[in-house]
């Protein structure tokens, strides 16, 4: 019977060194060798006519260095706008979602280049790292590593805290939430943060997914958390997300952050919207024109 | 986003929550048995299909009354996540004719953590009617020869969630888990093949859940296959 119990117990451990957790499935990344914009070809997060159109002049691509485990990787990122006016004007920091690359995310970037007008506001994306060009592994560690990688650019470039505006999107609020919910940890802190489609946290996306009650340990290590992050948030918030989203909804993700937020916060829940669509179904003039005014009141 | 929640959410719900009836019909007394089990819920995997989850157990029953066997069985998926489930019960025959019976199975799922020492438990009791439709018995010169024994069996599975705090404060609304299943136990000899469908949680909504799920009730639960297959040793 003895000689049972120790079988049990070594197989107990050797089968649980094989751990494998499911964060990699929040990460659904795709590389690129090099960055389309304009002319790829492959899925898009929305579709955006020419009225939104960038010109080549104001789109800058940029490359950091990341020092991940000792191992120096390259992280990617695009800038449309004037560099120079950085030290002077409000810029916008957009964290995007889970999906692919910058390229994916791209007609967003152009959206958002023309709040209040083309050029209004600088706005940058980056890839995190394993996504599109950037190198390295797709963690939660790594994109906050990346995301400071930003931070830090800018401040160089001469932006101030109070000129900086942060934008999430579902995986990317993260991100945001992170930077703002823990300034000391962070070159920059936003002046403002803005939320689309935001998940509550790790744990309540498996509680959702799964019928029992369960830790978010007994799956995932990530410890995003954003509904716990925002009540340290002290900058205004604005969320907006589609009524529709079945991926994320409003009732058990972006509600719970919103309610957990102290302070000064608007939303703007839409009707029709889906987890990518909430521009489409707002229609895209009238939901810039309302990143716009959260912005610059 | 989409396809990559899909895919978590397939794996979400099939860890923890889901195995065939176990002992449907009770051992002999004193009688030994080992047994395998792979299956889960059917879900649409992206970029895979329509599919069973190939959940595995292995578990080991004891016949220690003539109604009564008790039982444990290692859910060797969660394992590999790092997770020990066990889940410990007992089977019990509380009604029986000369070709069928009831059976009981009071059981405890347990699970933890083995790297941050979180744990849950779920009490679980479920109800199973059996009838034993066709019988063989041969007897061979040699004295070997062979019994077959064909049955069907239909029941009710109970899994209770006595947490009632989600994460952030939510109120769990899914407390009361129900199940039904039907399935078809070949024996011969000492061998048992055991398929079962299972309804799973048919009272709740498998829309805004992410995932999608065939389901025989529409919007509701979920549909499981499983296949089993015991040796009783003795």
Avoid at chain 2, 84 to 98: I, M, N, P, T
């Amino acid at each position: 019977m003895n000689y049972i119990f120790v079988l049990g117990v070594i197989v107990l451990v050797s089968l649980s060194a094989c751990r494998k957790r499911l964060d990699s499935f929040l990460f659904n990344q795709s590389a690129l060798t090099s960055y389309q914009l304009d002319n790829y070809t492959g899925e898009l997060s929305i579709t955006v006519g020419d009225e939104f159109a960038v010109p080549d002049f104001i789109i800058h691509h940029l490359e950091w260095t990341l020092q991940e485990a000792g191992k120096s990787t390259q992280v990617h990122a695009i800038y449309v706008g004037d560099i120079s006016r950085i030290a002077i004007d409000t810029v916008l920091l957009y964290c995007h979602g889970n999906k692919d690359h910058m390229d994916f995310y791209w007609p967003r970037q152009k959206l958002y280049a023309n709040i209040g007008q083309l050029g209004r506001f600088g706005v940058l994306m980056f890839d995190y790292p394993g996504f599109g060009m950037s190198e390295g592994k797709p963690t939660e560690v790594n994109m906050y590593a990346s995301t400071e990688l930003a931070l830090t650019w800018l401040k160089s470039q001469g932006l101030t805290n109070d000129r900086l505006v942060m934008m999430g999107f579902s995986l990317g609020s993260a991100a945001v939430c992170e930077v703002a919910g823990n300034p000391s940890r962070f070159s920059m802190n936003p002046g403002k943060i803005i939320l689309e489609a935001p998940f509550a946290s790790a744990e309540i996306l498996i509680q959702d997914g799964g019928l029992l009650s369960m830790p978010g340990s007994f799956l995932v290590d990530l410890k995003i958390d954003n509904a716990t992050e925002i009540k340290k948030v002290n900058v205004p918030l604005l969320w907006i997300h589609g009524l529709d989203d079945s991926f994320l909804t409003v009732a058990h993700h972006g509600q719970l952050v919103y309610d957990n937020k102290s302070g000064a916060k608007e939303k703007e829940l839409v009707p029709g919207g889906g987890h990518e669509t909430t521009p489409t179904a707002m229609g895209y003039t009238n939901y810039i024109n309302r990143m716009l005014q959260f912005i610059t009141q | 986003m989409i396809k990559s929640v899909l895919a978590l959410s397939v794996f979400l719900i099939v860890l923890y929550s889901c195995a065939p009836a176990r002992y449907v019909k009770p051992l002999d007394k004193g009688q030994h048995a080992l047994q395998v089990n792979l299956g889960g819920p059917i879900a649409k995997v992206p970029g895979i299909g329509v599919i069973p989850m190939p959940l595995t157990t292995v578990g080991y029953g004891y016949g220690l009354k003539e109604h009564l066997t008790l039982f444990g069985n290692l859910h060797t998926t969660s394992l590999l996540f790092g997770v020990g489930q066990v889940d410990l019960g007992a089977a019990y025959r509380c009604w029986s004719r000369k070709n069928m019976g009831i059976t009981l199975q009071p059981t405890l799922n347990v699970a933890v953590d083995f790297y941050t020492g979180a744990n849950r438990f779920w009490p679980q009791l479920d109800a199973n009617y059996y009838w034993d439709y066709a019988e063989w018995r041969t007897k061979a010169k040699n004295g070997k020869g062979f019994q077959k024994i064909r049955s069907v069996y239909a029941g009710l599975s109970n899994w209770f969630d006595p947490y009632l705090t989600e994460s952030q404060g939510r109120t769990n609304e899914q407390v009361w888990i129900p199940s039904i299943q039907i399935g078809h136990l070949w024996q011969k000899n000492n061998w048992v093949y055991q398929f079962e469908a299972k309804f799973l949680a048919p009272i709740y909504s498998n829309e805004d859940i992410v995932v999608n799920y065939p389901s025989a009730f529409g919007n509701q639960g979920a549909l499981g296959a499983y296949f089993s297959i015991y040796y009783k040793l003795k």
